[in-house]
């Protein structure tokens, strides 16, 4: 049975983060230890769920905000001293909580996405530490990087999966794949371009949509009925070679690739071959092909149904812009490990945190209509603040907010702009072009 929707912002934030439970994990974790002025869901507020700056997190300003919440003033190095290993197991649980929250809650899917049991998008983003850590989190240039690597569900924007990593690690190797990714539909960028983990969605009963690379040379073993072309001369020749003195048409052809697996334990590393479907949709604006590898057949998606779902994957580019521009994860000025992890959890958490909320929001809105996610990280970060004010005291907040209200505070003002979760889930917008901007 579906569980019960929030009736108001107040509620939602409440159900998932109650006073009692933070206070116990506190104490188990080891993060309070005393009866102390400072209440630790004080330093939850400030750390956590509220930030200040636009795309960074300052650690003053937070000490600085912590004493306008409290009437507390902390020393610098007493605060420094709050933001513990104890304080980012804290941390750590409250975003493990969240993810397993969404896992939990699974989405229904209409239009051409239908029968998945859910649609991901995968992606990284790089975030500059001090130069002194570059022998924990080696950069790809001179300086000291942390790659955070994120797996969301691509019609809300919720978090599902996370990995804090240096900036050299490749994306392609960070997530393994298990039974949890059968029948899910995975968008990745060029950054997971590999056969291998291809071959492990695909062998355990997942789908997968992905732009190739040139470096991919892919020979053609068969054509597809929607590929437009002479099937005698595609067959043995290389896409690209296909693609050559062609400006327009799809082609829709399965094509040879080479799976290399590394050696684990006592096992011996092996190549062998497999077989996936390659499309190419002439882009009129940019007047060439745009290139996808699939396993999903052509039964279920056409060529442009598969880039335009591909489109969707503007959702977790979204979800960096949010977290970079008003969520904190743009820059972090702090010099210890254990600190800088607690506070890039902690920022995930704020946009997962935001994007869950504006899906609650959203499905309040008239057929059409959809929200802004960079206008809703402005409006949620303006008030949510005020709904846990109830929180610190122990009681419920009556600030009078809806959903309702806040959708249309964040409304997008483009009434012909579609949305790609209108596009993907009502199935509509292939006949306006909209899938020509899909690489976009």
């Known amino acids: 049975m579906a569980s019960p929707q929030p009736t108001s912002p107040e509620t939602f934030l409440l159900d998932l983060f109650p006073a009692a439970a933070i206070r116990r994990m506190a104490k188990k974790v080891g993060c309070v230890q005393r009866i102390r002025k400072l209440d630790i869901l004080a330093l939850v507020l400030v750390v956590v769920l509220t930030t200040q700056g ?8 937070m000490r600085r905000a912590l004493e306008r919440r409290t009437n507390l003033l902390l020393a610098s190095s007493s605060f420094w001293a709050r933001l513990s290993p104890a304080f980012g197991k804290l941390v750590r649980w409250m975003l493990d909580s969240l993810i397993g929250r969404s896992w939990a809650q699974p989405k229904p899917f209409t239009g051409f996405l239908k029968g998945f049991t859910d649609v991901i998008a995968g992606d990284a983003t790089v975030v500059q530490v001090h130069k002194s850590l570059k022998a924990k989190w080696k950069g790809t240039g001179s300086d000291a990087a942390v790659k955070v690597h994120t797996l969301i569900r691509a019609l809300t924007g919720e978090l599902l999966r996370y990995k804090i990593t240096a900036e050299t690690r490749p994306e392609c190797r960070v997530f393994g794949v298990g039974h949890w990714a059968r029948g899910a539909l995975f968008l990745l960028d060029r950054g997971y371009s590999a056969a291998a983990l291809w071959w492990r969605i695909h062998r355990v009963g997942g789908f997968f949509v992905t732009r190739l690379k040139r470096n991919f040379h892919a020979v053609v073993v068969d054509v597809n009925p929607g590929h437009r072309g002479s099937r005698r001369k595609a067959l043995g020749r290389k ?6 003195g062609r400006h327009g048409g799809r082609i829709d052809v399965i094509c040879r690739f080479t799976v290399q697996v590394r050696p684990y334990g006592k096992a011996r590393g092996r190549k062998f071959e497999r077989h ?6 002439w882009n009129k604006v940019e007047k060439r092909y745009q290139v996808y590898v699939t396993n999903v057949p052509p039964a279920r998606f056409t060529a442009e149904q598969t880039a335009a779902v591909y489109r969707l994957r503007w959702t977790v580019e ?8 008003g969520m904190g994860l ?6 210890t490990p254990h600190v800088i992890e607690t506070l890039i959890r902690a920022a995930l958490l704020r946009t997962t945190l935001a994007m869950g909320a504006k ?3 959203e499905r309040l809105l008239s057929r059409g209509r959809w929200i802004n996610p960079l206008l809703w990280v402005k409006v949620w970060r303006d008030r949510i603040v005020d709904l846990m004010v ?4 122990g009681r419920r907040t009556r600030t009078g907010l809806t959903w ?5 505070l964040a409304m997008d003002p483009n009434r012909k702009r579609l949305s790609p979760r209108v596009v993907a889930t009502m199935g509509i917008g292939l006949q306006w072009g909209w899938h020509r901007h899909a690489a976009r």
């Open 276 to 281: 996936f479907r390659v499309v190419a949709v």
């Open 404 to 408: 309702e209200r806040l959708a249309r």
């Open 318 to 325: 979204r979800f960096y812009v949010s977290a970079k521009s």
């Open 54 to 61: 636009n795309g960074e997190q300052p650690i003053a300003g």
């Open 390 to 393: 109830g929180w610190l005291e």
């Open 359 to 361: 899906a609650q929001a």
């Open 330 to 335: 743009d820059k972090i000025t702090s010099r």
């Open 239 to 244: 896409v690209r070679d296909v693609m050559k």
